[in-house]
C-alpha cells in the first residue's frame, strides 16, 4: 500500500536556518508535534535533520518548525510496528 501526504505547510529545510534560535524553535516544536503523536500512539521512526521542517509561515501555520516524511510511522501495536 502506498501513502501519500499533503501538506498545507511550507518549509524551509533545518540545514538552513538563519539564528540558533530559529533553528532551537523549529526543534522543540517537532518535540512538542512528537510528543502529541505520541499520546495518539503513533511513533515517527524516522526523525533526522532531513525531517524536521522550519516554518515559512510561522503567524500563519501557528508554529515554527514540523515533522515531514510519515513513511516509517506506525501505530503502537498495530502488527508490525
Not at 523549529?26 to 521512526?45: N, P, T, V
Amino acid at each position: 500500500v502506498h501513502h501519500r501526504c499533503v501538506l498545507d505547510s511550507v518549509g524551509i529545510p533545518l540545514s538552513r536556518f538563519s539564528s540558533t534560535r530559529q533553528a532551537m524553535e523549529a526543534i522543540y516544536d517537532c518535540i512538542l508535534g512528537h510528543e502529541s503523536m505520541g499520546k495518539k500512539d503513533i511513533l515517527h521512526r524516522d526523525i533526522s535533520i532531513n525531517n524536521i521542517m522550519i516554518s515559512a509561515y510561522p503567524d500563519k501555520e501557528k508554529c515554527k518548525g514540523f515533522l515531514i516524511d510519515m513513511e516509517y510511522a506506525t501505530v503502537v501495536g498495530e502488527p508490525g510496528s
